[in-house]
């Protein structure tokens, strides 16, 4: 099958040696045609697309807005959180020291009111029962 001109459809004269490339138009007008074509048509796709993809980039650009205001509002809240969290480290800790302080005055009450060792035990199996209780499954100490 013998080959064409790209542009006029002319036939293609098939090389005379070997190693030379084969033409793709029959002269150098049609290439030249075919080049302002080409040209043309790629600046007119550009024209269509451009729309598109201008869109295209508005609505990535808002949606980036939009998870960006979600991320700070989550990192407010989170801040608030952790602030929320130390207020009730900080609150535990004195609760915890104040009880410890109670269960040494309790016992200091009780060796000089004469308690046995035994008792004083109980006590304090007592009193470790009594503050274990753990709602949260914490595991706190």
């Known amino acids: ?19 030379h490339r084969r033409r793709d138009f029959c002269n150098n007008i049609c290439k ?14 550009a024209k269509l697309e451009e729309p598109f993809w201008h869109n295209a980039y508005r609505v990535l650009v808002e949606q980036y807005k939009g998870l960006e205001h979600r991320l700070q509002i989550t990192m407010d809240h989170l801040s608030k959180a952790i602030i929320d969290v130390e207020k009730l480290q900080e609150s535990r800790k004195y609760h915890m020291d ?6 040494n005055d309790y016992h ?7 308690m046995s ?3 004083i035990n109980e006590f304090d199996d007592y ?3 009594l503050f274990k209780y753990d709602p949260y499954g914490l595991d706190l100490d």
Do not use: I, N, S
């Open 1 to 19: 099958m013998a080959r064409t001109c790209v542009w006029c459809d002319a036939p293609l004269p098939e090389p005379k040696g070997k190693g």
């Open 32 to 45: 030249q045609k075919h080049y302002v074509w080409h040209k043309q048509m790629r600046h007119d796709v």
């Open 98 to 103: 104040k009880l410890e302080k109670m269960r």
């Open 108 to 114: 200091a009450r009780m060796k000089a009111a004469g």
């Open 117 to 119: 060792k035994q008792d």
């Open 127 to 129: 009193w470790k029962d």
